[in-house]
């Protein structure tokens, strides 16, 4: 699975299609979100990405020393995408967050 680590407490796993986060859902414990990218709200998002210094969200896309805050929580969900992206090169169009 294509997985990120957002916080000591939440993990977040990119999904291409439907049918595969659909299967994949079985096997997770926690499952707090599970939607499609487009449907994932400012709420939702702000419940588990982590809060930065100065009142912003974490931009994972940065290094831990050289530290800018994004302004919304959407903004810093999708540097973690990105991130992911980065990563593995596996685009996202569903997304599930599970607690740790």
């Known amino acids: 699975m294509n997985a990120f680590k957002l916080s000591p407490y939440y993990r977040l796993y990119a999904?291409?299609?439907y049918?595969?986060?659909k299967?994949?859902?079985p096997y997770m414990q926690r499952v707090v979100?599970?939607?499609s990218l487009q449907d994932v709200?400012?709420?939702d998002a702000r419940r588990?990405?982590?809060r930065g210094r100065g009142g912003g969200y974490k931009n994972y896309l940065e290094p831990?020393?050289?530290y800018q805050a994004k302004g919304s929580g959407i903004q810093?969900?999708?540097t973690a995408l990105q991130a992911l992206y980065k990563s593995n090169s596996y685009s996202a169009r569903y997304i599930v967050v599970e607690r740790c």
Do not use: I, P, T, Y
């Open 33 to 35: 979100l599970a939607k």
């Open 41 to 43: 709200e400012e709420a």
């Open 76 to 78: 810093s969900l999708v």
């Open 19 to 21: 049918q595969s986060m």
């Open 23 to 25: 299967a994949a859902l």
């Open 64 to 66: 831990f020393g050289s």
């Open 48 to 50: 588990v990405v982590s």
């Open 15 to 17: 999904f291409s299609d």
